[in-house]
């Protein structure tokens, strides 16, 4: 039988390539598809999105929704009753803040003047005006107390 480092390389595996896996249950080795390795891998990885989301439905243009202040990630799903001339963003207090916390905001209507103040923080890159089911996110840096736009 060839060592591994004897082996032809591929690049561009297919579902019905195989690979040699150990059997502790049978004591031997066995043969697996790429596609049933994926079948068993899939559930076995999951995503973790602590975000807690918060809802807001601005009734009025010259609306403030604060972002609820505390450490956790956020996500804001903002559903304006319609569009509005402005509207303001606060962020948790910056004493409130921890490292690499995000806010997501999601906005179903636009939003021509957008305010997104930081509470004590620096805001660097935050949009100023949101179009209908327009979305970005911030991350807070610790080091510089300030919120970065990341999407």
Known sequence: MATINQLSAISSPNSSDLMVVYSLSNGDTRKMTLANLLAWLSPQITAADDKVTKYAAPSATGFTVTVTDS???????????????????????????????????????AVTTLTVAGNGSTVTGAPTTLAANDFFTLRFDAVTAAWYRVG
């Open 71 to 109: 450490s956790a990630s956020q996500w804001l799903l903002l559903t304006p009753v319609a569009g509005y001339a402005a509207g303001t963003i606060t962020l948790p207090a910056s004493g409130n803040c921890v490292d690499r916390q995000e806010i997501l905001v999601n906005c179903t209507q």
